[in-house]
């Protein structure tokens, strides 16, 4: 896959108003090092999981979660609250322990991830763990129910925004596209998609199984204000999330494209299909462990 040239992203990832203080970056690059490091404990606990599908989205969870949504700590069915979902469910394992961070959950049931009688999937339930809005996994669904949660919002009066997070692979799904249309029909200003970008998916690249560029132009025309970033700059995706919940009059949905590696952080898992799904022996944990306590804050 070709890689784009960043410098050409959006103006909104780059507007200075909205840029988080040096401090805010290195916190946040900070939370997505714990969203790897937990990951990485939590399937020691099953055996198997999805480290690089969590690993491509950590900065995005991050920029979400601990900066740009409305939430309060302690308080997940705060009914003002900004609202994420999550298509590619299998990442549920990246999210779980940002939930307990947040005081969502009880930090100790991350412990049982898995395990018989544990509300902690492999892919996430709504009516099983607070701070989860959507049952997703079902490739293709989210951004259906995203619509609707916007439109609620908007019939409720209320002004939260709704955000859902789709891999790229799941442009494949017809679903995805009849959700495109409804959404620029609507209207959905407070509707904001977040494509996780990073190239590839079970069965091998994505543009290999089914190709599904041109994405910007596609979403463009169906009536989307679509914009590009690099979506391991912390920095830049906050910038632009910052500046989209902002503009509170956009009569337009919003389709963020962000440009990640698959296995971001661990060089031998970097855009390497088979560790979509696995398990890493004691000398491979260890080795990934130390590569992302490395990595830069």
């Known amino acids: 896959m070709t890689r784009p040239d960043f410098s050409a992203a959006s103006a909104r ?9 040096e401090d805010e970056i290195a916190y946040l690059k900070d939370r997505a090092k714990f969203c790897r490091l937990e990951t990485i404990r939590l399937i020691e606990i099953a055996k198997v999981g999805h480290y ?26 705060w009914e003002d609250r900004d609202r994420f979902m999550m298509g590619k469910g299998h990442a549920a394992v990246g999210l779980f322990p940002i939930l307990a961070d947040l005081g969502f959950i009880d930090p100790g049931l991350l412990d049982g991830y898995t395990r018989l009688g544990s509300p902690l999937g492999d892919h996430p339930d ?24 916007a439109l609620a919002a908007r019939m409720l009066g209320k002004d939260f925004f709704t955000f859902v997070m789709i891999g790229d692979g799941e442009l494949q799904e017809g679903q995805v596209w009849e959700a495109a249309l409804f959404g620029a029909h609507n209207g959905l200003g407070h509707l904001v998609g977040i494509i996780d970008r990073n190239g590839y998916q079970l069965d091998g690249a994505v543009d290999d199984v089914v190709g599904v560029e041109p994405i910007e132009e596609k979403w463009r025309a169906f009536g989307w204000e679509t914009h590009v970033v690099d979506g391991h700059d912390v920095a830049a995706v906050t910038t632009l999330l910052r500046a989209l919940k ?11 494209i962000a440009q990640t590696v698959k296995g971001k952080g661990v060089s031998y898992m970097e855009t390497e299909p088979g560790w979509h799904l696995g398990y890493l022996d004691p000398s491979d ?7 992302i306590e490395a990595m830069e804050i």
């Open 13 to 21: 990832s780059n507007d200075e108003r909205f840029r988080p203080t």
């Open 285 to 291: 944990a260890a080795r990934a462990i130390a590569e």
């Open 52 to 77: 690089t599908s969590v690993f491509s989205a950590a900065e995005l969870f991050s920029a979400l979660y601990y900066d740009v949504m409305n939430l309060r700590r302690g308080e997940p069915k």
């Open 126 to 149: 709504m009516t099983k763990v607070p701070g989860i809005d959507f049952s997703s996994g079902s490739i293709g669904h989210a951004l259906s129910a995203g619509c609707g949660m």
């Open 246 to 256: 902002a503009d509170t009059e956009r009569t337009k949905p919003v389709m963020m």
